[in-house]
């Protein structure tokens, strides 16, 4: 069937397509390279019409037209899934909020619990011949904002990868209002946090010595992940597979080192199963029509019964920092926010259910503030209002630079034992002396 009919009647420019939003409306942008760029622009244009305007979205790769204005608060608030840096100047002036969840149920958020959206729009890859516009790395949850929303504008971008799967991948014309072609700027990179640094180097070795071959993988974003998928790529390991939440670039380097082939994989065989993807256009290109990979929605990816079916699941984390009691928090420092949960904690219980399956959090023993004085991610307990991504009943591998301790099944005294022994030398005493006064310390090595 030829849909082009059908298109051109659909056809309209982004100042005609957003003129269905109205005051007070919710409007969903999609999440993270699938955020609109002319719509996002157009409905700035309309800024003195419209009051109490809320955005959904997350990941913001870029800044947002919609608040280049002062007194932008007034009219949008945006509500974010996983927030970026970009986010957290949003908050600082009011304007942005952080929706807390557990990344595997945003679906189900928006198909039971949410207000439906009055209006989505996003960015796609160019109709196919079948009539579909593809989400490109982005699958996530946009069927269900789909199924949900009120109005669907598509916007699309001829730089967008097209990325194949088989499940709620894309949507058709025929549940499409209304469709923009935009100017096909490129899509927008995340970059993996910098070069990995000596410590990030120290970590990945002490990470990779417990990966075995066969294993399959998730990785998150980040200096420390990305050395760790550095060092995979320069190993002798093989036959490894890939099922994450997350796309980055550290999977291309190993599967073009030879590493990934599915091949031991108990679901999805000789597929790369992810949610969705932010890297550079090494990564982008890698993805498009590549039919090795498989773009799922969030709530497979991320569902702890799919991640526990896969044997040798290795689970690899970051995180801001963590306590004596073994509760690790990936989300803010104290009550400032920096990112969000994300889908931590549905790899960290999957990858402990699984059959020779590990759960690794990781980060540096210390950090140096901008006045130079330097502190341990290891506190005693976490700091007020910082948030327990991971409860100390769910972590399993902990891992600094100086070791790597397994929690599971230990007493309190053990943990603060075994976590101590992984802190910084020149914190151990303090950290002591603290889980001494917290009746959790008994040196078992007297």
Known sequence: MDFSQEYQSKLK????????????????????????????????????????????????????AIFEREDAGEHFCWNSWHMGGLERKLIARGCAYYSPLRYSELPRY?????????????????????????????????????????????????????????????????????????????????????????????VAKLIVDEIPNGACLQLGI??????????????????????????????????????????????????????????????????????????????????????????????????????????????????KHISGAGGQLDFVMGAYMSHGGKSIVCCSSTFTRKDGTVESRIQPTLAPGSIVTDTRANTHYLVTEYGKVCLKGLSTWERTEKIISIAHPDFRDWLIEEADKMHIWRRSNK
């Open 13 to 64: 420019t982004a100042d005609e397509a957003v003129k269905v939003v109205q005051s007070g409306d919710w409007v969903d942008y999609g999440w993270c390279t699938g955020t609109p760029d002319a719509l996002d622009r157009a409905l700035a244009r309309r800024t003195d019409e419209l009051r109490d305007v809320k955005v959904r979205g997350g990941i913001l790769l870029k800044p947002l």
């Open 110 to 202: 928006y198909r039971e619990n949410i207000q439906p959206d009055d209006v989505a729009m996003f960015v796609v890859a160019p109709m196919d011949k079948h009539g579909y516009f593809n989400f490109g790395p982005n699958a996530s949850h946009l069927m269900a904002i789909c199924e949900t929303a009120k109005h669907i504008i598509v916007e699309v971008n001829e730089n967008m990868p097209r990325c194949l799967g088989g499940m709620e991948e894309g949507i058709h014309i025929s549940q499409v209002d209304a469709i923009v072609e935009g100017e096909n700027p490129a899509i927008g990179e995340l970059g993996g946090g910098g070069p990995a640094t000596d410590i990030d180097k120290a």
């Open 222 to 335: 980040g200096g420390m992940p990305n050395a760790v998928g550095s060092l995979i790529a320069e190993s002798d390991l093989k036959d490894l597979g890939v099922h994450t939440e997350m796309y980055v670039d550290a999977f291309v380097d190993i599967a073009r080192a030879g590493k990934i082939n599915g091949s031991k994989k108990n679901i999805d065989r000789f597929r790369q199963t992810y949610a969705f993807g932010a890297g550079t256009k090494k990564m982008y290109d890698y993805l498009d029509e590549n039919p090795e990979l498989m773009s799922a929605p969030v709530d497979y990816t991320n569902d702890v019964r799919n991640i526990a079916k896969l044997d040798n699941f290795i689970s690899i984390n970051n995180a801001v920092d963590f306590d004596l009691f073994g509760q690790i928090n990936a989300e803010s420092a104290g009550t």
